[in-house]
């Protein structure tokens, strides 16, 4: 396995996958623990249909599909906090019209349909070095937020009601935890596409509450089962001459499906212990 | 009166284009028990969250009287024990992670809670009789645990009133007398001021001092004595009732629909 990794194009993938995949399984637990795992849905793609505006005006794809994600997370968290239409769809709506308009955006762009599986699929192995440094400075950013402010997004998302009665200011929280999400999605969704940032965001968060019960282990396993599946997915990639995103995506399936066993067998000898067979 | 603490002023509540509650006009006083009354949707929450400060009146003021101590912030530390089926469970926290989140107004942005933040907590949880439960998940627990849980939450803000939603709604009836109880030593041995919505009129009749009904976008507030009588309670759930004073308590016995219907 060393081998494949003293690649430096391997070795810039997995750094990048890497930190990636932290950002967004830790960002999952909130996405799962909200019940909004459409919102990160809806986010990856509508930050592709930026980037696929992008190439039709020639413009910057990272620097359109972040300004277009962080817009779209300020209303989503604006509009979900008012309450008068249902959050579901209005993320769905969302969702379909920006996969719409992204293809109709890239049926248009002189690269096309090629582009269009890029922005899917993302583009791993083929990193530079700015957007290492972007994905680097993000990582420090929403890391040093989460760290500092954890305490007020977990109280905000678990009960905010409550917490407005204690001088919360809940809309601004929920602002702040969409729009680091966006973030995240939109730097990320350039190198990653947006199939696997969909998958970081969900899987790892799901597995993690499957298997534990105590809230620091749910974050940190799920980063750890994030971490772990960008190793094999790229090492399974490297070695079958698979598409880097869709190897750690499918790695990352397997880590949910092992926890599920576990967990059944868990229960299974749970039940089993408790009524001996006559 | 000198101890007023809370004062609604021509106070308008409502959503949207739709009035709620008009032209509310009372005072809270310190020290008060509070019970407030009334069928589903007359807009008893609505009233809370307007004290709580959540909702903005559309007409009139509330007002925080400060004259004795002096409000931190304007107005008083609420403790506040919302309706438990507003949690979600999925959240994979302990009750000690829960009765910890009364402590984060006081401890502040960008700060870690301290050893004096644990402490307070764990004398909540004893004062409670859950110290064994900290570490214990809440989405495991009884109703009743859940419950004491979330009381031990709102007390952990060191409250200077105390406003629960619904705080024996679908609890057993050992759980309800002992959440009860509960709630009026709080309430005598440290004088705190409570506020308790709920639609067991038998509980609230028994308990409070200050008794308000809410109907039809009106509100009548009064002592218990004075309020609790069968014509008010008649035309608040449109049933023909009975008052009987039992050894010292007032006990409720509903009839026949004025409408006729079942």
């Given at each position: 396995m060393m081998e494949v990794f003293s690649l430096p194009f391997m070795q810039a993938a997995l750094i990048a996958s890497s930190i990636i995949g932290l950002l967004c399984a830790f960002l999952g637990v909130f996405v799962v623990l909200k019940r909004m795992v459409f919102l990160s849905a809806a986010l990856a793609q509508i930050s592709t249909a930026g980037m696929a505006?992008?190439?039709?005006?020639?413009?910057?794809?990272?620097?359109?599909?972040?300004?277009?994600?962080?817009?779209?997370?300020?209303?989503?968290?604006?509009?979900?906090?008012?309450?008068?239409?249902?959050?579901?769809?209005i993320l769905g709506i969302s969702y379909v019209s920006a996969f719409a308009l992204g293809i109709l955006f890239v049926s248009k762009a002189a690269q096309g349909t090629e582009e269009l599986q890029h922005l899917l699929q993302g583009n791993i192995l083929t990193i530079t070095k700015g957007q290492l440094y972007l994905l680097s400075a993000t990582l420090v950013v929403v890391g040093l937020v989460h760290y500092f402010f954890h305490k007020e997004f977990l109280f905000t998302s678990f009960d905010a009601e409550t917490a407005r009665t204690q001088g919360y200011r809940t809309t601004g929280w929920n602002l702040a935890l969409f729009l680091s999400i966006g973030a995240v999605v939109a730097i990320g969704i350039k190198i990653s596409g947006a199939l696997l940032i969909f998958a970081f965001l969900v899987i790892p968060a799901t597995a993690a509450l499957l298997l534990f019960r105590k809230l620091r282990w749910v974050f940190l396993s799920a980063m750890l089962a994030?971490?772990?599946?960008?190793?094999?997915?790229?090492?399974?990639?490297?070695?079958?001459?698979?598409?880097?995103?869709?190897?750690?995506?499918?790695?990352?399936?397997?880590?949910l499906l092992m926890t599920v066993a576990i967990k059944f067998l868990g229960r299974w000898v749970q039940m089993h212990r408790r009524q001996p067979m006559s | 009166m000198s101890n007023a603490m809370i004062e609604f002023r021509e106070v308008s509540l409502g959503y949207g284009h739709k009035d709620v509650l008009g032209s509310l006009n009372f005072t809270i006083h310190a020290g008060d028990f509070l019970g407030?009354?009334?069928?589903?949707?007359?807009?008893?929450?609505?009233?809370?969250?307007a004290l709580l400060g959540i909702l903005k009146p559309r007409q009139g003021r509330i007002i925080f009287h400060a004259s004795h101590n002096g409000f931190a912030n304007g107005k008083p530390r609420f403790g506040y024990v919302p309706q438990r089926g507003q949690l979600d469970e999925i959240y994979p926290l302990t009750v000690a992670e829960i009765v910890i989140m009364g402590r984060y107004a006081q401890i502040g942005m960008l700060r870690k809670p301290q050893r004096r933040d644990y402490e307070k907590i764990h004398e909540c949880l004893q004062h409670l009789g859950i110290e064994g439960l900290a570490g214990a998940q809440y989405a495991d627990l009884s109703g009743g645990q859940k419950q004491r849980t979330l009381i031990a939450r709102a007390l952990a803000s060191d409250p200077e009133v105390l406003v629960l939603d619904e705080p024996t709604d679908g609890l057993d009836l050992s759980s309800q007398q002992s959440i009860l109880a509960m709630i009026a030593h709080f309430h005598q041995a440290h004088n705190m001021t409570v506020i308790m919505v709920s639609h067991h009129l038998n509980e609230v009749a028994a308990l409070v001092k200050k008794l308000a009904l809410v109907q039809s976008g009106c509100m009548q507030l009064g002592a218990t004595e004075e309020i609790l009588t069968e014509t008010n309670?008649?035309?608040l759930y449109n049933i023909s009732v009975t008052?009987?004073?039992?050894?010292?308590?007032?006990?409720?016995?509903?009839?026949?629909?004025?409408d006729g219907s079942i």
């Open positions: 505006l992008a190439f039709l005006f020639a413009l910057d794809p990272t620097w359109t599909g972040l300004i277009v994600a962080l817009l779209s997370s300020a209303l989503f968290a604006l509009a979900t906090s008012s309450g008068r239409m249902p959050r579901d769809s994030s971490l772990l599946s960008v190793i094999f997915g790229l090492y399974f990639s490297f070695h079958l001459d698979l598409p880097s995103g869709p190897s750690i995506t499918a790695t990352l399936m397997l880590v | 407030i009354v009334g069928p589903n949707g007359s807009g008893k929450s609505t009233l809370i969250k309670l008649a035309e008052v009987k004073n039992f050894d010292g308590q007032k006990i409720i016995m509903p009839g026949e629909r004025h």
